[in-house]
Structure formats: C-alpha cells, structure tokens
C-alpha cells in the first residue's frame, strides 16, 4: 500500500542533544516536505525538497537540518540550537501524474517533546 | 505575499444541518486552492482542489467548496453535516505558475453537535 510513513510517532530530546525524524515514501514523488504544527498556528515550512540532492530552507529553518540523498528518504534532525522543539512534526510528498497542481499527501506525524 | 486566512477557530453545527468552513486567500497570481481534514494524532487528508474551471468543486465525503475570485475566497461546504465529520480542517493555497511552497491557515475546528 503506497503511502508516507514517520517514525517514531512520539520521541523525546534531552537537551542539548539532536535527535532525526525519519520520513520515507514509496509514493515514487520528487518532492518532500517538513512541517511543524503548534496548536492554533496552523502548518509551518520548516524545509522542502524538490529533488534528490537539493532542499531549500522554509519559514522556519533555523536550528534544524534535512538530507535528501535518496527519492523515498527525507530525514529531518532538530538541532540543539532548535530552543523550542516541543511541536508535532508532519512530512508531505507531493508528484506524480498531473503537474504542479497535484496535492500533497502527509504522513502521520511525529510528537516531539522535551525532557 | 501569499497566505491563507481561516476566521473562524472554531464552528459548532447540529448533526443534519449545513456546515461551512470559510477561507480567503492572498496570492499573486493565479490560485491553486486545496482543502485538507486532520484527525487527532493524525496528518492532514485531502478532502478536494480548485485548480481552474467550474467554481464549485466536490470532493471526498460529501464535501465541495465554492471559489469565489472577487471575494478570493473558499469556503467549504457540505449540506449535511454528520457527527464523523468533527475535525479538524485547514485550506491551503500555492501559486499556480511559480510557486514552489504550499501556505496554509491555522485551522478551524469543527464539531457536530448529535
């Protein structure tokens, strides 16, 4: 069954460490997203990838960091300069049949939170 | 500058009656329009799409959305709102020649009320 999947659904950082969130799809999409949600902010770019070996910094790049070395695979590591990590972290893809003007489709997120 | 406004947080609806779920929008060019439903705990599904052509589009569940260029707005619709539908639901916006990045507004919670 084709789809996105996050892992781990809920994580925890000590601080000062980094931890990476694993996004893959088997979609066969070239582009790959990472957002943060916060209650009552909506969705916020945090990076986006629009094919294998370039990502480009959304909104809120600051304090944390992608790779995109393979299509299926879009890691995403929140740093230790990253002071306010407590969110829940969603991964898009978006391609296929159709163009630009195809939807994106999420996985199901991962709840980062501090200890 | 491209963004998304949903005005309402919240919209409380009895079960059997209509629910609109209202969005405007800012973009610069040409409007590629989405409308999104997450479940607790969940990623956001793909509910429809206005990309050009009739105004009024349907889409999963039963719901449609109407796009209105004058008033750059929206909304969503559906003319019977069930107690499953409870959710919560956003509209997205990307520009349609250029735009790389899809932008989002912050929500609104819906409830039907059995």
């Known amino acids: 069954d084709g789809g996105i999947t996050q892992s781990p659904k809920y994580l925890f950082r000590k601080e000062g460490q980094n931890v990476t969130l694993s996004c893959e799809q088997n979609?066969?999409?070239?582009?790959m997203y990472w957002y943060r949600q916060d209650p009552g902010q909506g969705l916020r770019l945090i990076y986006y990838s629009q094919i294998v070996n370039d990502f480009q910094k959304g909104d809120i790049a600051e304090g944390y960091s992608v790779s995109r070395e393979k299509k299926e695979s879009f890691p995403l590591t929140v740093t230790s300069a990253q002071k306010n990590p407590t969110a829940f972290y969603l991964c898009?893809?978006?391609?296929?049949?159709?163009?630009?003007?195809?939807?994106?489709?999420f996985g199901d997120g991962t709840r980062l939170s501090i200890l | 500058a491209q963004s998304v406004a949903q005005p309402e947080d919240q919209v409380n609806v009895a079960e059997g009656n209509p629910l609109t779920v209202k969005c405007t929008y800012s973009v610069s060019g040409n409007p590629y329009l989405f409308w999104y439903v997450q479940y607790p705990n969940r990623g956001l599904q793909f509910l429809l799409k206005y990309i050009t052509g009739d105004n009024l589009v349907k889409g999963s569940y039963g719901f449609e959305a109407e796009f209105n260029k004058s008033q750059t707005s929206f909304h969503l619709k559906k003319p019977s709102a069930l107690v499953s539908d409870s959710a919560l639901y956003f509209c997205a916006v990307r520009e349609a020649r250029t735009g790389n990045q899809f932008y989002f507004g912050t929500g609104t919670s819906l409830t039907v009320i059995p």
């Open positions: 898009a893809s978006r391609g296929g049949t159709g163009g630009p003007n195809q939807p994106q489709h």
């Open positions: 979609l066969n999409h070239d582009a």
